[in-house]
Every structure is written in C-alpha cells, then in structure tokens.
C-alpha cells in the first residue's frame, strides 16, 4: 500500500511463499527482470550466507593452459548471486585474456581514428 505521500507501506509479509515457476511470488520477481532461475539461485545464496550451508572451495581445472586452479565459496556465491558461469580459466589465464581483449580495442580504436583522419584529408 502506498500512501498520499507516496510512502510505502509493509502490511503482510508472506515469510513462506509458494515458490513453484508460475506462482505469484515468481511473477513478482519476473516484474523486477528475475528470472525463476535467478530467484532460486538468490535464495540459496542468501541461505548459504546465513550459515546454514558451507560452501568449501571448488578445484577447477583452467580451459586455457590446463591447471586446477581454486574458485572461493565468496566468488562462487557471486557467480551464483549474479547469475554468472563459474570461471573457466585460472587467474593467470584471465588476466592475459583481458590484457589481449585490452589491446584489441585499442586496435581498434586506432583503427578508427586512421579511418576518420583519412575521411578529413
Ligand atoms: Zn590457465
């Protein structure tokens, strides 16, 4: 409820809501851009954050050079939270791709600039 002043109001909260795919409380979350994937994986965050369940590290192994490499509870329950795969490659792995992808667009850019200075002459 939201009064005159356009303050809301909390006047029931349903502590234990239906949560199949096509009840209310899912169609609420779908009008806030959640999916019922994405509300599922919130709760079991937010559960595994009270410490009722323990998360323990994750050895993965890297796509890229073939080393395990450990994903921590804390950067598994953010790739849960924010509906993001697990990461696929080690640290190390990462970093020289976005270092590559880096250098990439600034090719790019200077492309452009090439492109629009020749458009000048
Ligand atoms: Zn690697």
Same mark, same amino acid.
């Given at each position: 409820? &939201?009064?005159? /002043?356009?303050?809301?109001? %909390?006047? *029931? &909260?349903?502590?234990?809501?239906?949560?199949?795919?096509?009840?209310?409380? %899912?169609? /609420? /979350?779908?009008?806030?851009?959640?999916?019922? @994937?994405? &509300? %599922?994986?919130?709760?079991?965050?937010?559960?595994? =954050? /009270?410490?009722?369940?323990?998360?323990?590290?994750? =050895?993965? !192994?890297? !796509?890229?050079?073939?080393?395990?490499? %450990?994903?921590?509870?804390?950067?598994?329950?953010?790739? !849960?939270?924010?509906?993001?795969?697990?990461?696929? #490659?080690?640290? *190390?792995?990462? $970093?020289? $791709?976005?270092? !590559? @992808?880096?250098?990439?667009?600034?090719?790019? $850019?200077? @492309?452009?600039?090439? &492109? #629009? *200075? *020749?458009?000048?002459?």
């Amino acid at each position: 409820m &939201v009064d005159e /002043a356009g303050s809301p109001w %909390v006047l *029931e &909260v349903n502590a234990n809501p239906c949560l199949s795919p096509n009840a209310v409380f %899912v169609a /609420a /979350a779908e009008r806030a851009d959640l999916t019922f @994937k994405h &509300v %599922v994986n919130r709760l079991l965050v937010t559960h595994s =954050l /009270a410490g009722r369940s323990e998360m323990k590290n994750k =050895l993965l !192994i890297c !796509i890229q050079c073939g080393n395990e490499f %450990v994903v921590t509870p804390s950067e598994q329950k953010r790739c !849960i939270y924010h509906n993001f795969d697990m990461p696929k #490659r080690c640290q *190390e792995c990462r $970093k020289h $791709k976005a270092k !590559i @992808k880096q250098q990439e667009e600034w090719g790019r $850019k200077g @492309k452009h600039r090439r &492109v #629009r *200075e *020749e458009q000048f002459e």
